[in-house]
């Protein structure tokens, strides 16, 4: 089992850098694909960006790219995820997961997921 907790969200203002977090616990860290998601009210979840086990190789949605970054660091056993050039539309609850493989945007192959953190974008 990985016991994934996100924190970091809250409120910020459009233009505006947030950086959530997401500590896990439990099975080696780098064993595991983490990726992002978000869902906004009244809508799917969405894939935002993905990391590889050791961090050399990312993946972003385009909605983002270029403006969030995705990182890792295995030794705090923590992803992170860079929010800049923030926009209302990026208003959702923010969730970590973890996979085996690497399966980027693909929601259902994530074995562990965290319980979110909200990320409010004003305008």
């Known amino acids: 089992q990985v016991q994934l907790v996100e924190s970091g969200g809250g409120l910020v203002q459009a233009g505006g850098s947030l950086r959530v977090s997401c500590a896990a616990s439990g099975r080696t860290f780098s064993n595991y694909v983490m990726g992002w998601f978000r869902q906004a009210p009244g809508k799917e979840r969405e894939f935002v960006a993905a990391?590889?086990?050791?961090?050399?190789?990312?993946y972003y949605a385009d909605s983002v790219k270029g403006r969030f970054t995705i990182s890792r660091d295995n030794a705090k056993n923590t992803v992170y995820l860079q929010m800049k050039s923030l926009k209302p539309e990026d208003t959702a609850v923010y969730y970590c997961?973890?996979?085996?493989?690497?399966?980027?945007?693909?929601?259902?192959?994530?074995?562990?997921w965290g319980q979110g953190t909200q990320v409010t974008v004003s305008s």
């Open positions: 997961a973890a996979a085996s493989s690497w399966v980027v945007d693909n929601s259902d192959r994530y074995n562990y």
């Open positions: 990391i590889s086990w050791s961090g050399g190789r990312t």
